[in-house]
């Protein structure tokens, strides 16, 4: 009924309902349909209210539930993982809450980390240590989540250019302009060879956190080493050069048998 609430687009209808339904003693033992309502509880309270504390509180008791009930690799048990990682992650406790981004990164990676879900998991962390003062290390993870996934999948990949360009958005919030604009030109190159993925480009390129000067890494100790940019612009593809009389390629006309 909850989910149904969500999906209807009352958020507050269902907080109220799995606020109701939730009690201490839930917390108790590991119970399947109470872990799954704690989860989307402790979202709620998270993004809704910004309640890091109380969604803290049930998004671990969901974590543990899940992973008694159901195993390290399961979705649901991945969802509330990252739940309780943004709980942690909002309440300034970034050090648990990166172990937590690494355990749901190692377990979505557990076939393929090179998989959009295991990269989104990345970037989320990556944003976090960013987020907190820890703006090398963050940089440092951003491209290396750019470089794996352009190097499995090709640099016009979609998610590889996106990741690109938030990269580019992250150095240029940190004062680094030189490598911001490499990443950011880069990423729009590559955009302009896959289909509509230009205008998300230009859209990511104008993000603007008024917020980061005061926390950044790089104003409270400019000797931080500055992360090398992931180079992919060799990989833009070239527009295939056709003789001025040679038919085009997608001219067919000269292949069909001649009416006699
Ligand atoms: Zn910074």
């Known amino acids: 009924m909850a989910r149904d609430a969500v999906a209807a687009g009352s958020s507050d209808l269902a907080r109220e309902i799995l ?18 309502a704690a989860t989307l509880y402790a979202h709620l309270l998270l993004i809704d209210e910004g309640d890091h504390v109380a969604a803290g509180t049930w998004a671990a008791y969901a974590h543990n539930a899940c992973l008694y009930l159901h195993g390290r690799t399961d979705e649901r048990t991945i969802a509330a993982v990252l739940t309780h990682a943004r709980a942690l ?45 820890l703006c090398p290390s963050g940089l440092e993870l951003m491209g290396d989540l750019c470089t794996t996934r352009a190097d499995r999948y090709g640099a016009p990949d979609p998610l590889a250019i996106t990741l ?28 302009a060879t896959v289909g509509d ?4 480009v230009g859209l990511i390129a104008k993000q603007h956190d008024p917020y980061h000067p ?9 000797s931080h080493p500055i992360p090398g940019v992931p180079n992919l612009a060799n990989q833009i593809p070239r527009r ?3 003789h001025k009389d040679s038919p085009a390629p997608h001219d067919v006309s000269s292949r069909l048998p001649q009416e006699r």
């Open 19 to 36: 606020g109701k339904a939730l009690t201490p003693e839930h917390t108790q033992r590991p119970d399947p349909d109470a872990a799954d």
């Open 89 to 133: 992650g909002a309440g300034g406790d970034v050090d648990d809450a990166e172990e937590l981004f690494l355990v749901a990164e190692d377990a979505l990676s557990t076939v393929d980390h090179t998989a959009a879900r295991a990269i989104i998991v990345g970037v989320e962390l990556a944003e976090m240590r960013h987020q907190n003062a």
């Open 164 to 191: 690109l360009a938030r990269l580019g958005a992250m150095y240029r919030a940190c004062g680094h302009t030189n490598p911001a604009e490499t990443c950011l030109q880069q990423a729009a190159a590559l955009a």
């Open 197 to 200: 993925l230009a205008a998300a």
């Open 214 to 222: 005061d926390l950044c890494a790089y104003n409270l100790d400019p």
């Open 240 to 242: 295939p050069q056709r």
